[in-house]
T-cell receptor, first 114, second 113 residues
């Protein structure tokens, strides 16, 4: 399966600031996704990162709070904007290399907001 | 709204025991059911199931899907301490929700020596 590099692996941020998380894949993939895992919870899909067009957001997530870019088939970024303590979570990118293939996850970014 | 429910939520066993983890789903445009193992941050892919009644096997782990009753099970035989993890079940949808994974709450498995 594809090698997925996500960075930073962790960060501690101040309230009101923004952080951009990067996800790099070693091969071209059809689909890239961003998930959030709040403490003690399961994974929730934030959005599908579409190459060359605006991301598709799930209910409860908006572009102003979680802007996403996907300039090509191997790279995507997620920005967590105007952070508050409620944004403290693990953020994970996942990739699907083609139709009918499983999603594989990056190592995640553990984000703590003070 | 798509829904995935796992049981039990936690399980404590001793090495050598066999465990069965359960996953039921209610999904519009169901395509497949996936199992992942999460030890620290990244979920690691275990199985993807698309057809009923066909068991998938990898070493001591196996899984099967029942599309009529809308559930799947994950079996782990001869458990080892290294099997201690959170096991996540997820449904994969099609149509306008193509690619979207809906996760269950997870089962926390603890294997004691």
């Amino acid at each position: 399966s594809a090698v997925i590099s996500q960075k930073p692996s962790r960060d501690i941020c101040q309230r009101g600031t923004s952080l951009t998380i990067q996800c790099q894949v070693d091969s071209q993939v059809t689909m890239m996704f961003w998930y959030r895992q709040q403490p003690g919870q399961s994974l929730t899909l934030i959005a599908t990162a579409n190459q060359g067009s605006e991301a598709t957001y799930e209910s409860g997530f908006v572009i102003d709070k979680f802007p996403i870019s996907r300039p090509n088939l191997t790279f995507s970024t997620l920005t967590v904007s105007n952070m508050s303590p409620e944004d403290s979570s693990i953020y994970l990118c996942s990739v699907q290399s083609g139709v009918g293939q499983p999603q594989h996850f990056g190592d995640g970014t553990r984000l703590s907001i003070l | 709204e798509d829904k995935v429910v796992q049981s039990p939520l936690s399980l404590v066993v001793h090495e050598g025991d066999t465990v069965t983890l359960n996953c039921s789903y209610e999904v519009t445009n169901f395509r497949s059911l996936l199992w992942y193992k999460q030890e620290k941050k990244a979920p690691t892919f275990l199985f993807m199931l698309t057809s009923s009644g066909i068991e998938k096997k990898s070493g001591r782990l196996s899984s099967i899907l029942d599309k009529k009753e809308l559930f799947s099970i994950l079996n782990i035989t001869a458990t080892q301490t290294g099997d201690s993890a959170v096991y996540l079940c997820a449904s994969n949808a099609g149509g306008t929700s193509y690619g979207k994974l809906t996760f269950g709450q997870g089962t926390i498995l603890t294997v004691h020596p």
